[in-house]
């Protein structure tokens, strides 16, 4: 006897718009996302947060030290925050082989991600006791990866057992494969010598969808040089031409027009800099705070940073609202989104501490201690030290809370409408 063959109907959105009790439908629908990010042009200035990996050990649960990395990766995908830097603030910090993994950080085309090899006696260890800036690193390392990635770059691991907790970030670069843009995120899955011994007959296959999209003088070239299988999310996997990138490498790519079959590999910031997308965070791990400064990747390091603290100066009475937004403000044919001013810096750093402060980094730092530089003197490694909740109503507010509050009060920094008062800023010697 045949089952009967009960399938369910798809259904839509807009098979359940909501109706007035009149039958007109109501034009307002809020069950799917509205706030979709729109880039308005390149951006060059970039943010940085700076979290002690000590606040997973202040957790008990290995469900609470998922949770916790969670809301952090959260609070940096709202924030568009560009870099995290992930440090120890104590003596007793698991002794990671930086250098090893020197690679991860040096190439910004193809990045071998894979940060979770770190000090534990076994690779597949669970971390988060052994060594916490190693399991947060590992965490946000991996929520940052479009879902369609994590497969190939984050094999089972210990530290993942619980990642059915982590909330979704969905980022401008967690691309659906319905979905497009000029950029993408991919992995590398052919190398060019497997490319060229194995994938003659689909060369063809692709070199004959060229054709069909005018693609000649980028398709004769690929058939004499060096070409790279990528798996970027779409039902088809694209083409690097005269690329050689090594394989389970990711990689940020462009293509020249909607529905090419080839792209060509840009840097990471691309994205960023040239359209104005925010293409999600990279992580970076220290062995103290004082190497956050000295480790920095940007060229001149950062321009202007900020210490949070309970013994700061008031937020509202460092920053000052821009005199031109402030007069703008009362301008009525201003359009609500119009662009705002470039902020006046490049690179800003936000470093948050511990359950003890940033002043237990600053003392269990052997650099800083080598510069004779006390807890005490915590303030001065940075222009801005800051209070983001003065008179607070709990004794202690935990760095997940402060995270959030202080890329709130900062936020007006980032768009260009607010500027620091140059009057609080502290003057370094030299």
């Not at 990395?69 to 870099?83: P, Q, S």
């Amino acid at each position: 006897m045949r089952r009967p063959n009960y399938k369910r109907r798809k259904t839509t959105h807009e098979d359940s718009l909501p109706s007035h009790h009149n039958g007109t439908t109501n034009s307002l629908f809020t069950e799917k996302p509205s706030a979709v990010f729109t880039p308005k042009g390149g951006r060059s200035h970039t943010l940085s947060v700076a979290i002690p990996g000590s606040i997973i050990a202040n957790a008990h649960s290995v469900e609470q030290k998922t949770l916790l990395a969670g809301v952090i990766a959260r609070a940096l995908a709202v924030f568009c925050v560009d870099e995290v830097v992930v440090f120890d603030d104590d003596e007793n910090g698991a002794d990671y082989n930086y250098h090893e993994h020197e690679d991860h950080y040096s190439s910004h085309i193809a990045k071998i991600r894979n940060p979770t090899d770190g000090s534990a006696s076994s690779p597949k260890a669970y971390t988060a006791y052994s060594d916490p800036s190693h399991f947060l690193t590992h965490i946000l390392s991996y929520l940052e990866t479009p879902p369609y990635l994590r497969k190939h770059l984050f094999p089972i691991h210990s530290n993942l057992r619980t990642a059915g907790l982590l909330p979704s970030l969905d980022m401008p670069h967690h691309l659906r494969a319905h979905e497009w843009c000029d950029f993408r995120e991919g992995i590398v899955v052919s190398s060019p010598d497997r490319y060229s011994a194995r994938n003659k007959h689909s060369a063809s296959k692709i070199t004959q969808r060229s054709n069909d999209h005018q693609f000649h003088h980028r398709n004769s070239s690929t058939n004499n040089g060096p070409a790279t299988i990528v798996d970027t999310g779409l039902s088809q996997k694209i083409i690097l031409p005269n690329t050689h990138l090594p394989e389970h490498a990711r990689v940020t790519v462009r293509f020249p027009q909607h529905g090419f079959p080839y792209a060509e590999p840009v840097h990471s910031s691309t994205p960023r800099v040239e359209a104005g997308y925010y293409w999600g965070y990279y992580v970076r791990r220290c062995r103290s705070l004082s190497s956050v400064f000295t480790e920095c990747t940007y060229d001149g390091g950062y321009d202007l940073s900020f210490g949070t603290s309970e013994r700061g100066m008031p937020i509202s009475t460092v920053l000052e609202e821009k005199p031109q937004q402030a007069h703008d403000r009362y301008e009525q044919d201003h359009p609500p989104d119009r662009e705002q001013r470039p902020p006046d810096f490049q690179h800003i750093l936000v470093v948050f501490g511990g359950v003890a402060g940033i002043e237990a980094a600053v003392r269990n730092d052997p650099q800083l201690r080598d510069m004779a530089i006390r807890s005490s003197d915590a303030d001065k490694l940075f222009d801005y030290w800051v209070n983001f909740l003065p008179g607070q109503g709990s004794r202690t507010i935990r760095t997940e809370e402060a995270v959030w509050m202080g890329l709130t009060s900062l936020h007006g920094l980032f768009d260009g409408t607010h500027q620091p008062r140059k009057t609080y800023r502290y003057h370094h010697d030299g």
